[in-house]
């Protein structure tokens, strides 16, 4: 996204990302958000009903995520800023490390998603996640016309 308009929360977005996908977790991970964060992940795919998380269950969650999956990577397409708002248009894809349900290890994941940020103090202080997941028709990541 060489375009992105400059801004310290658009930097502060991407780094984010960027940790995320290198599996950053505990005080590395926790270090982007303000003390009283809040996570919402609208339903989805694998979250039919959402999820609310604070400062600990998003920690949590980026441990179970480094359990799940083998690499991740976040390109981000958009960004825009507003005072102390972000909003994101990402790319994502994971592949699993493990089976998860009807889906072998191996299986490539990809969402469409959009991101939206509210920065307190320079830190992630609100995330609202709307993860639009692509079908899994038995994309494997041993298939490397399939790789990003």
Not at 14 to 37: K, M
Not at 75 to 100: I, K, R, Y
Not at 105 to 123: M, S
Request: aromatic share 8%; glycine share 8%; charged share 25%.
């Amino acid at each position: 996204m060489a375009d992105a308009q400059r801004h310290p929360n658009i930097d502060t977005a991407i780094r984010y990302h960027q940790a995320v996908a290198r599996g950053a977790l505990g005080e590395e991970l926790a270090g982007f958000f303000h003390d009283d964060a809040v996570h919402r992940e609208y339903p989805n795919a694998f979250l039919p009903d959402g999820a609310v998380r604070d400062l600990t269950a998003i920690l949590k969650a980026g441990e179970q995520g480094a359990n799940l999956l083998s690499r991740q990577t976040f390109d981000v397409l958009n960004a825009v800023a507003a005072g102390d708002q972000v909003a994101l248009e990402v790319t994502w894809t994971g592949v699993l490390a493990v089976p998860l349900g009807d889906l072998p290890a191996g299986q490539v994941l990809r969402a469409h998603i959009a991101t939206f940020l509210t920065f307190r103090d320079g830190r992630i202080v609100e995330q609202h996640n709307y993860d639009c997941y692509e079908r899994t028709d038995a994309v494997r990541d041993d298939d490397p016309s399939d790789r990003p």
